[in-house]
């Protein structure tokens, strides 16, 4: 096989390709860094744990969102949460003074929570995102990213093995019929994509450095997608995260 030492042997054709046209990687060795906070990359289908990054020009309430895709099968539908959408109010706030189905134990343990809206599905009922890892009542949706498990969890907090502030409890979903998210992507109203960890975990106690935008996911998700989202982001970035009243 080729390396970055090969050469072509003197009087050699390439029915393929001329010496000159012969990628770079023959005469020039190249250093590529990953980063394994922030990446992100577009794939060409829907599949559970991967977001929606809203087209530019969605508007009303999932303008500029990112759903992460709970579940997807195009015989039974598709459910997500909005993940970008803190609420300005904690959990005890918000579950206070919003109709809310939630336990008031789990209130309690975690009322210093982040809550973001979800979707405007079932409104009154909470799930949480973390990264804690599986426990019982959870699934895990990606690589390090858990949907569920509060009871569970909020053992743990009791035991001091597990902070509120690493959970985001997550306010309604949304949700489609069958075949219909399949459609709204094929007409590009989503843009589908797989990222790390620490973007899904952005409001739930996720690492953050110096390069990421805090308080605009979509733009850190829509730059690191690279090429026309790169070019995209910069043309209607500005409005942000915070955009929810408790």
């Known amino acids: 096989g080729a390396t970055s030492s090969s050469v072509l042997p003197q009087g050699c054709s390439d029915p ?11 005469s020039a060795k ?59 109010g904690n959990l005890f706030k918000v579950s206070t003074e919003n109709p809310s189905n939630i336990d008031l134990s789990i209130k309690v343990a975690f009322s210093t929570a982040t809550v973001s809206y979800g979707g405007p599905i079932q409104k009154e009922e ?20 858990f949907v569920g498990g509060s009871e569970e969890l ?52 996720a690492q953050v450095t110096e390069d990421d935008n805090l308080n605009d996911l979509w733009s850190d998700i829509m730059s690191c997608m690279g090429g026309k989202y790169r070019e995209i982001m910069r043309k209607h970035a500005g409005k942000g995260d915070m955009r929810m009243k408790s």
């Open 30 to 88: 190249e250093c590529v860094k990953l980063d394994k906070h922030r990446w992100a990359h577009p794939i060409p289908h829907v599949e559970p744990g991967c977001v929606l990054v809203a087209n530019e020009r969605l508007g009303g309430v999932f303008h500029q969102t990112v759903v992460l895709v709970i579940d997807h099968h195009e015989g039974t539908g598709s459910t997500g949460i909005v993940i970008n959408r803190p609420m300005s």
């Open 16 to 26: 393929f390709a001329s010496p000159a046209e012969i990628p770079a990687l023959l």
């Open 154 to 205: 909020s053992n743990e907090v009791h035991r001091e093995n597990f902070s509120p502030d690493q959970a985001l409890f997550v306010k309604g979903h949304t949700s489609w019929v069958p075949g219909q998210l399949s459609r709204e992507v094929a007409k590009g109203v989503w843009y589908t994509a797989s990222v790390s960890a620490d973007f899904i975990l952005r409001y739930a106690g």
């Open 126 to 145: 909470y799930s949480v995102l973390h990264g804690y890892g599986e426990v019982e009542g959870s699934k895990k949706v990606a690589p390090g990213v």
